[in-house]
């Protein structure tokens, strides 16, 4: 897993979403009851941009079709039957950083 520093990560403690780009990746960042989550902005379920919803009780809510999505473990709501990837986030000295496990990675992951 690498870690990548968020770029222009703003220091609130105020609930918010956020697209962020890191790596090459669109990433949703949302501000919860004080914690910070990272998953994925692209929804599954037809391409809606998650980061353009909202965030109600521990799911992130797509505004396109309203499929949702738990920002703790990126699962759909039950009958969805899909999921978003999510990511560590860790708070350091000098910004957010958020952990990509890349696709190679995790292939060698798989075969250890
Ligand atoms: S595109 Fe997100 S619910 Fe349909």
Known sequence: MTWYKVPDFPDTDKPFL???KVNGKGICMVGYEGNIYALSSTCPHAGGEL???WC?????????HRYSYDIHTGKGDPGQNDYVDVYPVEI???GV???ITSFFEKL???FK
């Open 18 to 20: 956020r697209k962020v």
């Open 51 to 53: 980061a353009g919803g």
């Open 56 to 64: 109600k009780d521990g799911k992130l809510i797509c505004p396109l």
């Open 92 to 94: 350091r000295e000098d």
């Open 97 to 99: 950083y958020i952990g």
């Open 108 to 110: 060698k992951q798989a």
